[in-house]
T-cell receptor, first 114, second 115 residues
């Protein structure tokens, strides 16, 4: 089945460690996105990529990094510079323009910093 | 600045009762409007969207939403809720920002269903 796969579903890390969240899609979508979700705050955009080898910062990119070496993959690294990394992270993709296109979401990765 | 407001953090309705979830936006032009639903621990799924034309749009799972330009609102409705509708609902607004496009999500409304 076509869709977006995020892994791992749950992740624990110690302070000072970097961690990478995986996002893979087989929908052949050009655009991919990473959102952070905190209780009562909705979704906030971290990074997005509209084409391979290109990505843009979203509203809360500090402390995060991404790469887009392949169309189907858009991994997110949460670095030790991220001051409050405990959150639910959602990856999404869309066939084209965000404004008019539906976003297809993965099931999310919950990161807890101990 | 552009914004999306969902004024109700949590709503509880009885099974079989009607539902209306509120969404207001702030934007100078007509935006692209969406409603998404999120089950616990899951990603989001699109319920419906409005771009232009008929201001009453139908979506999946029996939901509908009405765009009211004069009130800058896009409220979600369902005539009779089912226990499986318990979830969190997000209103989202898409608009053009400089040469790029952007989408903003509201903070969400959690829906509980009373048996």
């Amino acid at each position: 089945d076509g869709g977006i796969t995020q892994s791992p579903k749950y992740l624990f890390r110690k302070e000072g460690q970097n961690v990478t969240l995986s996002c893979e899609q087989n929908l052949n979508h050009d655009a991919m996105y990473w959102y952070r979700q905190d209780p009562g705050q909705g979704l906030r955009l971290i990074y997005y990529s509209q084409i391979v080898n290109d990505f843009q910062k979203g509203d809360i990119a500090e402390g995060y990094s991404v790469s887009r070496e392949k169309k189907e993959s858009f991994p997110l690294t949460v670095t030790s510079a991220q001051k409050n990394p405990t959150a639910f992270y959602l990856c999404a993709s869309s066939p084209g323009d965000t404004v008019t296109g539906e976003l297809f979401f993965g099931e999310g990765s919950r990161l807890t910093v101990l | 600045a552009q914004s999306v407001t969902q004024p109700d953090i949590h709503i509880t309705v009885s099974e079989g009762a009607s539902l209306e979830l509120r969404c207001n936006y702030s934007y100078g032009a007509t935006p692209y409007l969406f409603w998404y639903v999120q089950s616990p621990g899951q990603g989001l799924q699109l319920l419906l969207k409005y771009f232009s034309g008929d201001t009453l749009v139908q979506g999946i799972k029996g939901f509908e939403a009405e765009f009211k330009r004069s009130q800058s609102s896009f409220n979600l409705r369902k005539p009779s809720v089912h226990w499986s509708d318990a979830a969190e609902y997000f209103c989202a607004v898409g608009f053009l920002y400089s040469s790029a496009s952007k989408i903003i999500f509201g903070s969400g409304t959690r829906l509980s269903i009373r048996p």
